[in-house]
């Protein structure tokens, strides 16, 4: 008899969190929600508590770290969008639980932090960003030393082939191509300030380095990720785009089981496509790779800075453009801390915030309102 994985889904209510529930609720002979926590959401929180049964429920990231160390969890998926989901990340590996990981901002901020806290408390991170969950299952088993170099795979947003950039509203900026995510990591896409985000993740999820890692731009979305081993041959993994495969893998790791999924259709599809990034119209990528390449508290700077200027162009008060200007300029000003304190990571975050809305108020950075 298959034993039953008690899970904690932390962000519950967003794009991932109901995902994952969907695909609990189609192997309810394998996983038991124990928990449930969400950000402010606590209509969807009663309603998903009451169907799955959870036993511990929150709101808030302090409520999210709590559950996440909860005795009887033997998986926790955190899907909190940004930064606020880190303590929870940390919590989770300190106490020897299976993180299964949509907040790539855990890594991106802390991955010092949290590499520290795996080796300390035995916890393990399952990958469940679609190109590190590629990744992650053609690397399976294999000697990294036979690998030269992995790609990740862009679908290159809703704006690949527009001419300018200039007059992008949030709402175009909001309609993706193939994936249905969150508005958050959809603007990320657009930008391509998110296959950034994944190029620091991957750097510390799989120990490579950033001339190791490559990004290339895929339309279709079908191919997620590539693995090139020194002998001149490559692995790659493909699917439909479709987030609850690499859910469904990560919590069932190392098992594969059964999906009543879409499934490709390679007859139908015809060719695949592959181009370079543009880094002159997307300079988001390039400035990724320079942070991680700069290490200590620039990482954290990055992503604050972004979620702040994501924020305001949702909102009206930024144009597309500024958004990498307004980050560019915050990582300028920044005097790097020591990423192994949660403190000094915790402080980057604060005062990048706290600095790219200052800029924003000053319009130095804007590249104009919406």
Same mark, same amino acid.
């Given at each position: ?5 008690? +899970?904690? #889904? ?42 799955? $049964? ?14 996440? &160390? ?12 940004? =930064? ?36 300390? $408390? ?25 690998? /030269? ?18 007059? #992008? ?20 896409? =657009? ?17 490579? &380095? !950033? *001339?190791?890692?490559?990004? #290339?731009?895929?339309?279709?979305? +079908? ?29 069932? !790791?190392? *098992?594969?089981? @059964? %999906?009543? $999924?879409?499934?490709? *259709? ?28 700069? $290490? ?15 924020? =305001? ?11 990498? &200007?307004?980050? /560019? ?5 920044? /005097?790097?801390? *020591?990423?192994? /304190?949660?403190?000094? +990571? ?5 005062? @990048? ?7 924003? %108020? #000053? ?8």
């Amino acid at each position: 008899m298959t034993e039953i994985k008690n +899970v904690v #889904v932390l962000g519950s209510s967003g794009s991932i969190g109901c995902q994952a529930l969907e695909v609990i609720r189609a192997h309810a002979d394998r996983f038991r929600v124990l928990g449930l926590c969400v950000g402010s959401d606590s209509d969807a929180l009663q309603a998903q508590a009451g169907e799955f $049964g959870a036993t511990h429920t929150g709101i808030g990231a302090d409520a999210a770290a709590e559950l996440a &160390s909860l005795e009887e969890a033997d998986i926790v998926l955190n899907a909190i969008v940004g =930064a606020a989901g880190l303590k929870a990340s940390l919590a989770a590996l300190t106490a020897g639980k299976i993180l299964a990981l949509a907040n790539k901002e855990s890594l991106v901020a802390g991955g010092e932090l949290c590499l520290a806290a795996a080796a300390a $408390g035995g916890g393990r991170v399952e990958a469940v960003d679609s190109e590190h969950a590629a990744i992650a299952q053609c690397l399976d088993g294999r000697d990294l030393r036979t690998v /030269e170099r992995i790609i990740l795979t862009a679908s290159g947003g809703p704006f690949r082939t527009r001419a300018s950039l200039d007059d #992008v509203t949030p709402e175009e900026a909001l309609k993706h191509p193939t994936w249905a995510m969150g508005p958050k990591i959809t603007i990320d896409s =657009a930008t391509l300030m998110n296959k950034g985000l994944e190029v620091i993740e991957a750097h510390f999820l799989f120990g490579f &380095s !950033y *001339d190791q890692i490559d990004v #290339v731009v895929h339309p279709q979305s +079908v191919v997620h990720g590539i693995v090139c081993f020194i002998d001149g041959s490559i692995l790659q993994q493909a699917g439909p785009a479709d987030m609850r495969i690499p859910i469904q893998a990560a919590l069932s !790791y190392p *098992d594969r089981i @059964a %999906s009543e $999924g879409a499934r490709l *259709d390679l007859a139908t599809i015809g060719s695949l496509e592959f181009e370079a990034v543009d880094h002159q119209r997307f300079p988001a990528l390039g400035l990724a790779y320079e942070v991680g390449r700069k $290490g200590a508290t620039f990482p954290a700077v990055l992503n604050a800075a972004n979620e702040v200027a994501v924020e =305001a162009f949702l909102a009206g008060r930024l144009a597309f453009t500024g958004i990498t &200007s307004v980050i /560019e300029e915050t990582l300028s000003l920044h /005097e790097p801390l *020591d990423a192994t /304190e949660l403190d000094a +990571v915790l402080e980057a975050d604060a005062w @990048a915030r706290s600095e790219a809305t200052r800029l924003m %108020s #000053v319009a130095t950075v804007t590249g104009g309102a919406q």
